[in-house]
């Protein structure tokens, strides 16, 4: 059963629970119908069309546009405002509500409490107790194309793809075609979003299913923001439009960016990236403490080819470490299987997939900061110290990176001071430490200690680090530098990733 609050029911009887007042002012056919309530309560099946006027009344008074007759429902219990909202894909016409009940109006479980809320599609909304509708935004056509069958798209609600027709369009059908074109696309009409994979100080990320394709994502939600910052926001569109023309094997794909509103004065932002199933190689150091020589270098070789790759496109990652190194892991399936590295026993093949790249200047400036598990922070010193830095600062990260790997803890800590940690990288006070190196190649403390040097111009670049001798089993031993493996007090040794994992 559907209605429009424009449409009389004079059939409607006092214990109805949905009565529409009919008021002469709503009606008309042309009223554009912005979206639509649909009752959730089994046998009271009901759709009720909203259109896209100022403000429409949700209450028990005779007077309100839509009248809920169940005891606990207020006079005017809500109000449903129609504003626009300048977002990233353009202008788009949003349902903005606002609580007004004593009973309490409740949006997917969560009650209004003193804000006003930008209803999304999908949303489930209870007044009072017992009153339950989804709320559902027309479906409209992402763009009605000249020659398209207009009465097969109405009915069309699953992200319809259409073809472009071969034919030259009239006038009048040019001006059919702009009049229908939609509202830009909203995050919750291309994917569902559903369970968490992970969270952290900027954004929460969920797992998310394309209704049209099935392919199974990863959704990063950024905190909300201030919806009036339009520099902040022309940065994210400007860059994200630069990411996604990013390909490359070593590097997680960005599908889609997204800006949806949450309150007339908040905005959150989305992207929509490839999903890795495997975990992060932070999570691999944690299991094995510290990773063989063979099987870093083989890893490590595939993060230089990723930020080579985003270097050459003059973009920085700006946050390179374990964490945001994921891993795509093809396990033996039987006996025989041919091994493609040197990786496990279990495993044929490993794929790194370096993630959130770029993303850092999206969430503001990187924050000295000592957190997740204690482990100090991979920023390079020109990054601390707030002054001009290149795409150098991602080999200094690397550097870091490269040296928890072979030995499970890092090379600047608090631990180790005094000085403080901090000073450690601002000077670039590091060690090889006795026993932990003992068995590692000079090649390999030769090229940690080139990319973890102070002065980024002496500092070696990506492509540098890659023609390195370690990397060339026959250059290997060609390093003239011996350098030296301290001895470290027993008391003063960092803990492991590993150890502190299980504090």
């Known amino acids: 059963m559907q209605h429009s609050i424009s449409t009389k029911r004079e059939y409607a009887n006092e214990d109805d629970d949905v009565v529409k007042r009919h008021q002469p002012h709503l009606a008309g056919k042309t009223d554009e119908i912005i979206a639509r309530l649909i009752n959730l309560i089994p046998g009271k099946e009901q759709s009720i069309e909203l259109p896209a006027h100022p403000v429409i009344s949700v209450g028990r008074s005779r007077h309100c546009d839509i009248i809920l007759k169940e005891a606990d429902i207020s006079t005017i219990h809500c109000q449903l405002y129609t504003i626009q909202m300048d977002l990233d894909r353009g202008n788009r016409k949003m349902v903005n509500i606002v609580d007004k009940s004593r009973n309490g109006t409740f949006i997917n479980g969560n009650r209004l409490i003193k804000r006003d809320y930008i209803l999304k599609n999908g949303d489930r909304i209870v007044f009072g107790k017992s009153s339950s509708f989804l709320f559902k935004y027309t479906a409209i056509p992402d763009e009605v194309e000249v020659g398209v069958d207009l009465t097969a798209s109405k009915f ?19 001006s ?70 990013v390909h490359h094997p070593n590097i997680v794909k960005l599908l889609d960016s997204f800006v949806e509103p949450v309150s007339k004065a908040q905005i959150q932002k989305y992207l929509v990236l490839e999903k890795v199933d495997d975990g992060e190689l932070f999570d691999r150091i944690i299991k094995k403490v510290s990773l063989r020589q063979e099987e870093t270098k083989a890893l490590f070789n595939q993060i230089l080819e990723g930020i080579k790759h985003l270097h050459s496109q003059n973009i920085i990652h700006r946050d390179i470490k374990p964490e945001n190194i994921l891993l795509n892991i093809t396990r033996r399936r039987y006996p025989d299987e041919k091994q493609l590295g040197p990786w496990d026993e279990d495993e044929i093949d490993i794929q790194v997939k370096i993630a959130d790249f770029g993303l850092a ?69 590091f060690a090889f430490y006795s026993p932990y190196w003992d068995d590692i190649e000079d090649s390999v403390l030769h090229l940690v200690t080139n990319l973890l040097v102070v002065n980024s111009d002496v500092r070696f670049s990506v492509i540098e680090a890659m023609e390195h001798p370690w990397f060339k089993k026959s250059n290997s031993n060609s390093i003239s530098m011996e350098p ?20």
Request: aromatic share 8%; hydrophobic share 30%.
């Open 176 to 245: 059919l075609k702009k009049r229908l074109k939609s509202r830009p696309p909203s995050v919750f009409d291309k994917y569902l979003i559903e369970k968490e994979l992970g969270s952290g100080h900027y954004a929460t990320v969920k797992e998310g299913i394309n209704k049209r394709t099935g392919e199974v994502v990863a959704i990063k939600i950024f905190h909300p923001q201030q919806n009036d910052d339009h520099k902040k926001s022309n940065q994210f569109r400007e860059e994200t439009n630069i990411l996604m023309r």
């Open 361 to 429: 200047k999206f969430t503001g400036e990187i924050q000295f900061t000592n957190t997740l598990c204690g482990t100090p922070s991979y920023v390079a010193p020109e990054v601390l110290l707030k002054s001009d830095y290149s795409s150098k600062v991602d080999m200094w990260s690397a550097g870091v990176l490269l040296y928890v790997c072979l030995c499970g803890f890092p090379p600047f800590s608090d631990s180790l001071g005094p000085p403080s940690m901090r000073d450690q990288i601002l000077t670039g006070k």
């Open 484 to 503: 030296n493996r301290l001895q470290i007090d027993q008391g003063k040794i960092p803990k492991t990733y590993s150890e502190l994992s299980k504090v």
């Open 156 to 174: 069309n609600n699953n992200d319809g793809v259409f073809k472009k027709p071969q034919m030259a369009a009239s006038s009048s059908q040019s």
